[in-house]
Every structure is written in structure tokens, then in C-alpha cells.
């Protein structure tokens, strides 16, 4: 059964997350739709980006990623089809699929062909169901459009390493459920780029002098439980997936607050290492 997922910023209140999935469904019936999330900050490019690339490769060969975010389609704003490793993008070519394509070449890409669908103006009931449909009929990309070699980068996603300053200046790419900070220097550029030296991690008027494996490192066990006050202490760490994160230990941003709300961080702020 093929899989077709999506990811929007279209919320749950609306009724476009039900009118794609009924359009998936009018076409295909044997399919599965998984949600990704439909909560991405409206027109948020780098924060889709970084849900996308730290979620996909959790789903199998030849999944189809429908991707709704800054999806109006335009002169500027073209509707593409990606393979790419192994699995299937739809979007539009805002920038969004730069953040994976950065560490993995497409196999393929083309631009895709909008026929006239008079008054309709919902493009991704128009456009990218129909392809989505298309692929997971077992149908090849190039029948959808013609194909192209170049798409748009999102640079911002690129920290800036300044070797003759021994630093690394990233910015905030995302801000998750807990509160935490998200930045774009993975552990591999804090690796070659500081190659065992000393460092600080700089975050508005907060330094780090220690980067973290676990959340719980933080915690000092030989204090009994019961004495122990570790909740909402600062820290930093490299997350699950391998990017520089600023957190607070077991927030809750209903209680304790988040180091997005406590520190005063927010999307493309910027977070900086130092290497002494």
C-alpha cells in the first residue's frame, strides 16, 4: 500500500487538511496518509525544512511527501516533483528541500505541469494530489512535467564559519514543542571545525562552556531526589538529530517556561561558537 504524507501550515481548525485527504482518497483508496504535522508557522520555510529532514528517513522506499507550506503556486514560486533518496517530494520550489538536498543529490527533478483548472485555486488539490496520485499508481516523473536541474537554496539554513575568527556563527532554525532552541551547526561542523579545542557557545547573554549528549547529563545523581533542583536549568546539547540545541531541562511552557521564552530566543536569532 503506498504511503503519501503531509506536511502543511495549515492548522487543524480549517478544512484543507480534510478537503486534501478526500481528495487523496476520491483518486485512491487503497493508500495510507500519514500527517507529518499541519502546525509549521505559516509561510515557515527553514522550520518545515528541518521537520521534514529529521522525519523522513524514518519512512520506507518510495514514500510520497506532499509539502504545504508558502504553497501558492506562481511565476516565483513553481510547483516541483523530487526523487530524492530513494523517496518523493511535492512542493513548491521555495527553498524548503535545500535543507536535504544539501547532504544528498536528487536523482531527479521536474517542474510540474498545471493544466487548466478554471476556477479552482486551492493548488495543492489541483496540482500536487494529482502527481502524488500519479507516482503511487507507479507512474514515472517525467509524464508530469519536464525536467530541470536547479532549484532554489535556502542559504540560512548554512551557518557561517569564520576560520580566521575560530568561530561558527549559526542562527535559530526552529523552536519545538518543549520550548527548545534549535540551531543549524550540526555536531559534524562543530567537529571539523573545532577539532578538539575549547569552546563557548554564545546565545544572546548566555555562554555554554559544556555541549551535552543527553538532557539528563545536567542532573547530578548523587544528590538525593529529593534535594535536587534540576528542573529549568540551561544547558546545551547536540539533539537527537545531531544539531546544536539550547534548552532547559524538563520545560514546560505552561510551569517552568521554555529557553526560547526564558532566554529571549528566537527564529534566526543568532547562536555562536567560539573555539579558544
Do not use: W
Not at 517530494?89 to 510540474?112: A, H, L, R, Y
Not at 532549484?151 to 576560520?163: F, G, M, S
Not at 556563527?169 to 540551531?183: L, Q
Amino acid at each position: 500500500m503506498p504511503i503519501i504524507t503531509l506536511t502543511t501550515d495549515f492548522g487543524t481548525k480549517d478544512h484543507f487538511v480534510g478537503a486534501v485527504k478526500g481528495a487523496i482518497y476520491n483518486e485512491l483508496t487503497d493508500v495510507r496518509i500519514v500527517d507529518i504535522s499541519h502546525h509549521v508557522t505559516p509561510f515557515g520555510i527553514t522550520e518545515a525544512a528541518y521537520i521534514l529532514k529529521n522525519s523522513y528517513q524514518n519512512f520506507p522506499n518510495d514514500t510520497i511527501h506532499i509539502i504545504g507550506v508558502d504553497s501558492e503556486i506562481s511565476v516565483e514560486n513553481r510547483p516541483i516533483a523530487i526523487e530524492l533518496d530513494n523517496q518523493f517530494f511535492i512542493c513548491c520550489d521555495n527553498g524548503i528541500i535545500s535543507m536535504i538536498t544539501n547532504d544528498i543529490n536528487p536523482d531527479k527533478i521536474v517542474e510540474i505541469t498545471i493544466h487548466n483548472t478554471g476556477d479552482k485555486k486551492f493548488s495543492i488539490l489541483d496540482a500536487f494530489v494529482r502527481v502524488a496520485c500519479h507516482i503511487a499508481r507507479g507512474g514515472k516523473l517525467d509524464v508530469v512535467g519536464k525536467q530541470i536541474d536547479e532549484i532554489k537554496k535556502l542559504y540560512e539554513i548554512q551557518p557561517l564559519v569564520n576560520a580566521e575568527e575560530n568561530k561558527i556563527v549559526g542562527s535559530v532554525i526552529y523552536i519545538d514543542n518543549f520550548g527548545n532552541v534549535i540551531s543549524n551547526i550540526s555536531e559534524k561542523t562543530f567537529n571539523n571545525v573545532g577539532k578538539g579545542r575549547e569552546f563557548e557557545v554564545v546565545a544572546r547573554n548566555y555562554t555554554f562552556k559544556t555541549i551535552h549528549k543527553k538532557y539528563n547529563d545536567i542532573v547530578d545523581y548523587s544528590i538525593p531526589a529529593d534535594k535536587r533542583q534540576d528542573d529549568g536549568k540551561k544547558l546545551a546539547i547536540f539533539n537527537s538529530e545531531n544539531f546544536l540545541e539550547i534548552s532547559m531541562y524538563r520545560s514546560n511552557l505552561k510551569t517552568v517556561g521554555g529557553a526560547s521564552s526564558l532566554l529571549g530566543l528566537d527564529y534566526r536569532d543568532n547562536i555562536t561558537v567560539r573555539f579558544l
